[in-house]
């Protein structure tokens, strides 16, 4: 029998064997299977059978050697802790094929010059929207903006750097004691998202920005539009508008969102 043609628990049970099957060989690098790999955390809710079938292809190629468990989630997506071949923990990031709220989205779709040919139907749509995440990803890592580097997508899964330790996430803007450099770091990052990769984040905001040793990283990019999007102004005014909001409410001096708008657009 084909994979085509196996229903959704048979494809559960056959992505488990083939998790097993890695257990054996981790197990001898001294690993538990406790550590390796909870197939009840990861296929309970939100694996339906094409998010299995592309869990196992991303566990054949070698993008994948295991996973631990899931450390986010939301109405769109859930976010798991995995490992790479290598011993390296990377984020999961899948989309949920279900979610309604994707319908919302398309303005941020149908107007980008990026993505001239849409398709119909919600699967699409999600696959879609993984794909342009990747790819605002990527024109940040080639511009030097500092977010959350992207490793690979397929289908509605996006594999991604882990920012964080032992399976936790870094803390985010929101969770953290915050300081005039934040403030500086995060305009910052708003201004080169428009003047080095050319696009607007479209939802920047203390939720989606993390806050390490090293800096600020930005995450969550699936909303980001070029900077050609007939909105892309209103957007960028809007993420000026929360993120100082935010600054302020902390109780830091903030420069006037317009003034920040006219500089960046300048």
């Given at each position: 029998?084909?994979?085509?043609?196996?229903l959704p628990?048979?494809?559960g049970?056959k992505?488990?064997?083939?998790v097993?099957n890695?257990?054996?060989?981790?197990?001898?690098?001294?690993?538990?299977?406790?550590?390796?790999?909870?197939?009840?955390?990861?296929?309970?809710d939100?694996?339906?059978?094409?998010?299995?079938?592309?869990?196992?292809?991303?566990?054949?190629?070698?993008?994948?050697s295991?996973?631990?468990?899931?450390?986010?989630?939301?109405?769109?997506s859930?976010?798991?802790?995995?490992?790479?071949?290598?011993?390296n923990?990377?984020?999961?990031?899948?989309?949920?094929?279900?979610?309604?709220?994707f319908?919302k989205?398309?303005?941020?779709l149908v107007?980008?010059?990026?993505?001239s040919?849409?398709?119909?139907g919600?699967r699409?749509?999600?696959?879609?929207?993984?794909?342009?995440e990747?790819?605002?990803?990527?024109?940040?890592?080639?511009?030097?903006?500092?977010?959350i580097?992207?490793?690979?997508?397929?289908?509605?899964?996006?594999v991604?750097?882990?920012?964080?330790?032992?399976?936790?996430?870094?803390?985010?803007?929101?969770?953290?004691?915050?300081?005039?450099?934040?403030?500086k770091?995060?305009i910052?990052?708003i201004?080169?998202?428009?003047?080095?990769?050319?696009?607007?984040?479209?939802d920047?905001?203390e939720?989606?920005?993390f806050?390490?040793?090293?800096?600020?990283?930005?995450?969550?990019?699936g909303?980001?539009?070029?900077?050609?999007?007939?909105?892309a102004?209103?957007?960028?005014?809007?993420?000026?508008a929360?993120?100082?909001r935010?600054?302020?409410?902390?109780?830091?001096?903030?420069?006037?969102?317009?003034?920040?708008?006219?500089?960046?657009?300048?």
């Amino acid at each position: 029998m084909s994979d085509v043609t196996l229903l959704p628990d048979d494809l559960g049970e056959k992505l488990a064997r083939r998790v097993d099957n890695q257990l054996l060989k981790n197990e001898r690098r001294g690993a538990s299977e406790k550590d390796i790999f909870d197939k009840k955390k990861v296929m309970d809710d939100v694996l339906d059978k094409t998010s299995i079938m592309t869990l196992s292809k991303l566990i054949n190629s070698g993008t994948i050697s295991y996973v631990n468990g899931i450390v986010g989630s939301g109405k769109e997506s859930k976010m798991y802790w995995a490992v790479d071949p290598d011993g390296n923990d990377i984020a999961l990031k899948i989309y949920l094929v279900t979610a309604s709220t994707f319908k919302k989205r398309q303005p941020y779709l149908v107007d980008d010059p990026r993505f001239s040919r849409i398709k119909k139907g919600t699967r699409n749509l999600v696959e879609l929207w993984a794909k342009k995440e990747f790819r605002n990803l990527t024109q940040c890592a080639k511009n030097g903006i500092s977010s959350i580097k992207p490793i690979r997508v397929l289908k509605n899964v996006l594999v991604l750097e882990f920012v964080g330790k032992n399976g936790v996430p870094a803390k985010t803007l929101v969770e953290s004691e915050i300081d005039e450099n934040d403030y500086k770091d995060a305009i910052s990052i708003i201004s080169q998202l428009y003047k080095k990769a050319e696009l607007v984040h479209a939802d920047f905001s203390e939720y989606n920005i993390f806050k390490t040793e090293n800096g600020l990283v930005l995450f969550d990019l699936g909303s980001a539009i070029d900077i050609r999007h007939r909105n892309a102004k209103e957007f960028l005014q809007r993420d000026i508008a929360n993120i100082s909001r935010f600054f302020a409410k902390r109780g830091l001096t903030v420069e006037h969102p317009s003034d920040i708008m006219t500089r960046i657009t300048n």
